[in-house]
């Protein structure tokens, strides 16, 4: 199967700055997800991105297709940016393939 | 408007024990499925289904039994609990192929 693979694994920030995580996958991926799981355990959709850019207040979201990977852009980072964050994408019937995550931890 | 709601939120059981994790949404997704999150895991799938009446096995199906008799409930079964099983279950939907995922709160499920 397609391969996915997320970077850094583990990120520490301090509150205000901004950061880009990165997925690769190993070949064409179809709609390409973005994922939060905060530290209650929650995954809340960030972005459903199969291809260009999407903005959300200080998220955006870009996925280069024919180049195998999205970026998450975070600026001005918050304390309630920690979590995990995962990239998937979804084979023919929506079955969501997850990266492995990105751990965020963001200090005040 | 709910979104995808699951029950229970907490569950223990023992070593042997069938139990069923309810999974309703209301925004009349075709598509739903079952996912379990273990740590170093990460998130796998256990059963999909791409409409009413319509199932089939995902990446860790075996003790696991679903059905999907309406558009709105895909409840997960465990026939008889081990404790591998221990994990935490998350139910998703989505409108269909080309959509965006929402998921439940989860279903923390301890087996003893």
């Known amino acids: 199967g397609i391969q996915v693979e997320q970077s850094p694994p583990d990120l520490i920030l301090q509150e205000g700055a901004n950061s880009t995580l990165r997925c690769n996958f190993s070949?064409?991926?179809?709609?390409l997800q973005w994922f939060h799981q905060n530290p209650w355990g929650q995954l809340i959709n960030l972005f459903y991105?199969?291809?260009g850019t999407k903005q959300n207040g200080r998220l955006s979201a870009t996925t280069v297709a024919t180049e195998r990977y999205s970026l998450l852009y975070i600026s001005s980072s918050q304390t309630t940016d920690s979590g995990v964050y995962f990239c998937?994408?979804?084979?023919?019937?929506?079955?969501?393939?997850f990266g492995a995550g990105t751990r965020l931890a963001v200090h005040p | 408007n709910a979104g995808v709601t699951q029950t229970p939120k907490f569950q223990v059981l023992k070593t042997g024990q069938s139990m069923t994790l309810q999974c309703a949404q209301d925004?009349?997704?075709?598509?739903m499925s079952w996912y379990r999150q273990d740590p170093g895991m990460g998130l796998r799938l256990i059963h999909y289904?791409?409409?009413?009446?319509?199932?089939d096995q995902g990446e860790v199906p075996n003790g696991y039994n679903v059905s999907r008799s309406t558009t709105e409930d895909f409840p997960l079964r465990l026939l008889s609990a081990a404790p591998s099983q221990t994990s935490v279950y998350f139910c998703?939907?989505?409108?269909?192929?080309?959509?965006?995922?929402?998921f439940g709160s989860g279903t923390r499920l301890t087996v003893v």
């Open positions: 998937a994408h979804s084979g023919g019937y929506n079955k969501l393939i």
């Open positions: 070949d064409s991926v179809n709609n």
């Open positions: 998703a939907s989505s409108r269909g192929l080309l959509d965006g995922y929402t």
């Open positions: 925004m009349n997704h075709e598509y």
């Open positions: 991105i199969p291809s």
């Open positions: 289904s791409v409409g009413a009446g319509i199932t």
